[in-house]
């Protein structure tokens, strides 16, 4: 009986190595890029805290998605980090991660190819995975912690900024904490739902028949479906009641 419960737990161990995964340890990093360079095969590399609710969030709808788990598991090497690890905090620091959930895609060469900060349900993770199998990317990123991570925070953080306000409000369907009349408003309330979620929260502006309103966007989606699905995580987790557009 006591071989058949440990054959289980192997087994079960092996069917969530994305969504579970224990303390990382000293040189997992290091270890699974070359397991990736001797399979030829993309790294992919999950950022994620315990108390990070769209982390939760992922591993309950992306990471549980039969064709998501199935592209992983044959393309790319996968490896889980929680940033409140000691190890997983010095690469936090290492490759400059200020949001949750981040997702980091390394090619078998140890290049960094793809950098998701953003809530990615199973749609848009697929889409990011199957693009970056098809093309193949050898080039790296345009990301400063490609060629030093030591610089982060530097004069050019605006401009990343921008960037990431565009990646999350790029879905078509959008999950909306709130409506302001004033720009200062929604920006103020927007830093405090970043604070609470832990994830960034974008202002997107308006312009209606010659009025202007600040929508504050939590995340987007590719279906209405996750949108709904994240809306109700955010209504029982926080009390937050947010819309989807």
Same mark, same amino acid.
Request: net charge neutral.
């Given at each position: 009986?006591?071989?058949?419960?440990?054959?289980?737990?192997?087994?079960?161990?092996?069917?969530?190595?994305?969504?579970?995964?224990?303390?990382?340890?000293?040189?997992?990093?290091?270890?699974?890029?070359?397991?990736?360079?001797?399979?030829?095969?993309?790294?992919?590399?999950?950022?994620?805290?315990?108390?990070?609710?769209?982390?939760?969030?992922?591993?309950?709808?992306?990471?549980?998605?039969?064709?998501?788990?199935?592209?992983?598991?044959?393309?790319?090497?996968?490896?889980?980090?929680?940033?409140?690890?000691?190890?997983?905090?010095?690469?936090?620091?290492?490759?400059?991660?200020?949001?949750?959930?981040?997702?980091?895609?390394?090619?078998?060469?140890?290049?960094?190819?793809?950098?998701?900060?953003?809530?990615?349900?199973?749609?848009?993770?697929?889409?990011?995975?199957?693009?970056?199998?098809?093309?193949?990317?050898?080039?790296?990123?345009?990301?400063?912690?490609?060629?030093?991570?030591?610089?982060?925070?530097?004069?050019?953080?605006?401009?990343?900024?921008?960037?990431?306000?565009?990646?999350?409000?790029?879905?078509?369907?959008?999950?909306?904490?709130?409506? #302001?009349?004033?720009?200062?408003? @929604?920006?103020?309330?927007? *830093? /405090?739902?970043?604070?609470?979620? $832990?994830? =960034?929260?974008? !202002?997107?502006?308006?312009?209606?028949?010659?009025?202007?309103?600040?929508?504050?966007?939590?995340?987007? #989606?590719?279906?209405?479906?996750? @949108?709904?699905?994240?809306? *109700? /995580?955010?209504?029982?987790?926080? $009390?937050? =009641?947010?819309? !989807?557009?």
């Amino acid at each position: 009986m006591a071989r058949i419960w440990m054959l289980l737990l192997v087994l079960f161990s092996c069917l969530s190595v994305v969504v579970a995964g224990p303390g990382l340890e000293r040189g997992a990093f290091e270890k699974a890029q070359q397991e990736a360079r001797d399979q030829g095969k993309f790294l992919f590399v999950d950022f994620y805290a315990p108390w990070c609710n769209p982390c939760q969030w992922m591993d309950e709808n992306t990471f549980k998605d039969a064709e998501v788990l199935g592209i992983l598991q044959k393309d790319f090497i996968t490896l889980r980090v929680n940033i409140d690890d000691m190890e997983g905090f010095e690469m936090k620091s290492r490759f400059d991660i200020r949001f949750l959930p981040t997702v980091l895609v390394f090619n078998a060469e140890g290049v960094m190819v793809e950098r998701k900060e953003e809530t990615l349900g199973p749609k848009k993770m697929k889409g990011m995975l199957t693009g970056v199998l098809e093309k193949n990317i050898q080039q790296p990123i345009v990301h400063k912690v490609n060629t030093s991570p030591s610089m982060a925070f530097t004069a050019s953080a605006p401009d990343i900024k921008v960037e990431k306000k565009e990646e999350v409000i790029s879905g078509q369907f959008l999950v909306q904490l709130g409506a #302001f009349t004033h720009e200062s408003n @929604a920006k103020k309330q927007s *830093e /405090t739902w970043s604070k609470l979620l $832990q994830k =960034q929260v974008s !202002v997107k502006k308006e312009e209606r028949q010659g009025k202007v309103l600040y929508r504050v966007i939590s995340a987007s #989606f590719g279906s209405k479906e996750e @949108a709904d699905q994240y809306k *109700e /995580t955010l209504k029982n987790t926080h $009390q937050l =009641q947010a819309v !989807v557009l």
